[in-house]
């Protein structure tokens, strides 16, 4: 079936309202670099801490508190309580990261996209499984030494990797923490005095490799960091397939023309999800399906 002028009038549209949430988002986010105040607001998005910031990220506060063996209860209540209610919503309305990627694929959409295969997708979310679950066993581990009080041993053990293990190679921490420091905050010796590390430093030179790996995957993949790697989006994930709010297909109306998954940018398989709801741990209920569907059939829904 035809494209309908109309609806993607309405995709337009809702993505240029979307952008604008996520930059209102971004300046919330940054508050203490308007003069405002510490850190607040702790949502579940891939924001790290830094002096500009006035929220981080719940992932990375639930390394920290771990690491310091604080129960980390903040954290865990943002990821279960939004989890539960709205799904991975913040990834698509929220997260700094998240924008990262679209501004990214926006500016290049005239370079022809990979669409992997839904089994593609979900295969290699297993690395982000991967990256989760190892974060969070040695964010563990680091706590429980420093609670038996081996704190100076376990500092000289994990070096830079003792307060927020995967901080350190995390390409969200590199683009707002790092390169701002560098270029607005009196150059490359602040870098270098915040990282704790020397320019040759084998770890600064993986952090490096791993953003430029971010980018050039976002080019051709969209969202291809958020579809895989990221654990804010692992984590959310198997929350939003149970989530209170999601996205459901009527099938009364359903033409089966498929231009909800050609449009969806985590490459959701709509169809072959249940109709009641999307139950796939991709979906961030951006809403781009219900923009485009030409027979209304797509909708929000609440369980
Ligand atoms: S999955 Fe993407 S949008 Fe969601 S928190 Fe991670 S980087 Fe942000
Ligand atoms: S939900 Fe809408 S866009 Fe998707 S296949 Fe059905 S009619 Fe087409
Ligand atoms: S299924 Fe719909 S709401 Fe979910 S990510 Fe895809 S386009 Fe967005």
Known sequence: MAWHKKKKTNLTKLRIFRTFVQFVMFILMNLTFFLFGATWLVLPINMPRSIFSSSEGAFFLLQRMLTTAIVPLVPLAAFFLIGSIFGRLFCAWGCPFGMFQDLLGYLTSWVRK?????????????????????????????????????????????????EQPWAVLSPSVFLFTAIPLLFWWGGIENFII???????????????????????????????????????????GHLGKYSLVGIGRNISKCTHCGICEDVCPMGVRILADPPEKV????????????AACPEDAMEIKFL
Request: proline share 4%; hydrophobic share 55%.
């Open 114 to 162: 990979y669409e992997p295969t839904q089994d593609t997708n979900l295969n290699l979310r297993q690395i982000g499984e991967f990256i989760t679950g190892a974060t969070l066993l040695l964010s563990t581990f680091i706590g429980v030494n420093v609670a038996l009080g081996e704190r100076a041993t376990i500092e000289a053990s994990f070096d830079v990797f003792v």
């Open 194 to 236: 915040w990282e704790k590390f020397v320019l040759i430093n084998v770890i600064f030179w993986l952090r490096l490799f791993i953003f430029i790996f971010a980018f050039i995957l976002v080019i051709y993949v969209p969202r291809g960091w958020c579809r895989w790697f990221c654990p804010v989006g692992i984590i959310m």
């Open 279 to 290: 139950r796939n741990p991709l979906c961030t209920n951006c809403l781009d399906c219900i």
